[in-house]
Structures are given as structure tokens and as C-alpha cells.
């Protein structure tokens, strides 16, 4: 069978670049069974739980997958839309645009598409289909703003797995952040600004970032640093717009730990909670690690979190939704690539 590459590539002939734009993922239906399904991918990566392997499969297959994911179908009923899981259908959404924008920039040689770490559609199958079209760039961006180690590099675990079964690779290129970039930056401002145009100025705004066990980053993971950059990135730039907000106004936390040990703080939960109690009664609150809204925003933070608040003693709790595809997030996520797809049409 003769290979679609020959040793000699017409010099008129184009090469193709293929985007391929990573999430997290999600279960495919909000039942238990899915639930499940989902969760034994996710929970068995090396790189998300870091236990020794044989304790951690004994407690996840005799423990958590017996019983969280009952619990979690619920909580995932509560946020899926018509068209599906809110994560998959705006990363979709965000696809489209972002490919529409690329279009208009590098023409028909560059083809966007996406994937999940886990669940569908998979890395996997993106890539084969990318294969199939003869793509000889291929060009990788997880939407993880902060780089850490079980997203962003667990995506790179993903998508060298691939390539190591294939014949002919590849060039690749893997953007592992973003934290710093000045659209994004931009585009998080804009919504806090939309939002303070709107609902007036909180008292606090809390910038909640996902959680990581305090051991990841001891060991030398540097998200905690990358939250840390956006927040005082986000931070000047909200100042420089707003004569009411003050520097005492950001709080940074982080949501959705897991377990005993100890994670990265403070808490979001527990913050919340302390902030009502010292008499702040006007609290927005956004993610910025998160590109789109998924359990962990709309149910967490606009249900779980906002109960905390206001049991404490809060009267007016507002969650800011994430970029999810507003135009200028789609914007910043073009001017991420911008880079290496400029380096690419020079050769």
C-alpha cells in the first residue's frame, strides 16, 4: 500500500496543520452507569491521583466508583442542557468559531477541531481523523489556562500515546499555557467589568481556581504560580478600569478538593464562609482556570458555593460565568495559536 507522504512533496503542494483544542471531558449521558464509566478513566490516571498504584485501584474500585458515582449523576442532571453536557457543547461551540477565525487568517490548510482527555470525543479518534486527512502539523492546545500536571500534561500523556503507534509522525507542537496572555487577561476583565456595569461592585471578588493537593506543588508543579500570575495580571487590569474596586477586594481560593490530604489554599468554601461571617455581604465570584463552564462552575460554585455563603450570612452572591465563546475569548485563544501557526507558514 502506497503511503499518502512521499519521500518528495511537490513544492506547490500545501501543508496541512491540524489545531487540536483539549478539555477535561465528561460523562456521556448523567446516569450512573456513564457517571462511572467516566470516572474509572479519569480517577485511573497516574497523573490526576498519585497514590501508589495498588492502594489507589483497590479504594477506587472497592470505594469511590460504588459509590460517587450515584451521586455525581444527580449533581450532572442538575447542569445538562437539551443539546448536552454544557462542557462538550460549548467546547464544540468554541471549535466553530475558533476555526472560522483561523480560516479567515491561514485559508483551508489549517483544521481546528476538538477533543476530551476523557470520555468523547476522544483524543484518540480526533487524531486518527487528523491522520486520515494527512496532516503533517500537528498543533496542540489544552484549554487549561494555569499549566498543571494532571491536565495539561496528562493531555500530553494522551496524545503521545497516539503518536507512538503511528508510522509517520508528525511535527508537533504543544502549548502547555496561557495564563499570562494579554487577550485572555482582557477577555476575563471584560466579563468582571459587564458584570460590576450590571450588579455593582462586590464587596470581595473571589477568583476561584480548581483545586491541587499541596503535594503536587511541593514537588514542583507550577500552577499554584500560574494562578497566582493571572490573579495579579487580572487584578491591575480590573484596577486600571475601576475607581471602586481596591486591591483588599481580590480574595484567591480554590474549589473542589478531593480527600484528606491537604490541598491548595485557602479553601474557597471555607473562605466564603469566613468572608459572610466578617460582615461582607456582596460577593462575586469567577474561575479563570476554567475556559468553559462544567459541573465544577455551574453547580459548585453557582449552587453548592453560593448556599455557604448565604447560609453564613451573605445576601447577594454572583457567579461569573466563564469565557466559554464569547467573541474575545475566541479571540485570545487565535492570538495563543498565532505563534506557532505563524512559524508554521514561513516553512
Known amino acids: ?139 496542540v492546545l489544552p484549554l487549561y489556562p494555569q499549566y498543571a500536571g494532571p491536565t495539561t500534561a496528562s493531555t500530553f500523556d494522551a496524545v503521545s500515546n497516539v503518536l507512538q503507534t503511528w508510522r509517520y509522525v508528525p511535527s508537533l507542537h504543544f502549548i502547555n499555557s496561557y495564563h499570562n496572555n494579554d487577550l485572555y487577561i482582557q477577555a476575563l476583565a471584560n466579563t468582571v467589568s459587564e458584570h460590576i456595569d450590571k450588579h455593582g461592585t462586590p464587596d470581595k471578588l473571589v477568583l476561584s481556581y480548581h483545586g491541587m493537593p499541596e503535594l503536587f506543588y511541593q514537588s514542583g508543579d507550577p500552577y499554584y504560580d500560574f494562578c497566582k500570575i493571572t490573579t495579579e495580571l487580572l487584578k491591575d487590569m480590573l484596577l486600571s478600569r475601576s475607581e471602586q474596586l481596591k486591591s483588599e477586594s481580590f480574595v484567591m481560593t480554590f474549589q473542589s478538593r478531593f480527600g484528606k490530604a491537604q490541598w491548595l489554599q485557602p479553601y474557597t468554601d471555607v473562605t466564603l464562609e469566613q468572608l459572610a461571617k466578617d460582615g461582607h455581604k456582596h460577593i462575586a465570584i469567577i474561575s479563570p482556570a476554567f475556559s468553559a463552564d462544567c459541573l465544577e462552575t455551574l453547580e459548585e460554585l453557582e449552587c453548592e458555593n453560593r448556599e455557604v455563603f448565604m447560609e453564613a450570612g451573605g445576601e447577594q452572591y454572583h457567579y461569573i460565568l466563564a469565557l466559554n465563546d464569547r467573541e474575545d475569548h475566541v479571540a485570545a485563544i487565535v492570538d495563543v495559536l498565532a505563534p506557532t501557526l505563524d512559524s508554521l507558514s514561513l516553512d
Open 1 to 139: 500500500m502506497k503511503s499518502r507522504f512521499s519521500a518528495k512533496k511537490d513544492r506547490n503542494q500545501s501543508v496541512k496543520t491540524g489545531v487540536l483544542l483539549t478539555n477535561l471531558g465528561s460523562p456521556e449521558q448523567p446516569t450512573t452507569q456513564a457517571v462511572r464509566t467516566y470516572l474509572r478513566e479519569f480517577l485511573s490516571d497516574p497523573r490526576v491521583v498519585e497514590i501508589p498504584r495498588i492502594i489507589w485501584l483497590i479504594i477506587l474500585h472497592g470505594i469511590i466508583l460504588r459509590v460517587r458515582p450515584k451521586k455525581s449523576a444527580k449533581l450532572y442532571q442538575s447542569v445538562w442542557t437539551e443539546q448536552g453536557a454544557p462542557l462538550v457543547v460549548t467546547s464544540q461551540a468554541q471549535k466553530q468559531k475558533v476555526a472560522a477565525k483561523l480560516a479567515q487568517q491561514y485559508g483551508d490548510d489549517v483544521i481546528v477541531d476538538v477533543a476530551m482527555r476523557y470520555g468523547e470525543p476522544s483524543i484518540a479518534k480526533v487524531l486518527e481523523k487528523f491522520q486520515q486527512q494527512g496532516v503533517e502539523n500537528l498543533v
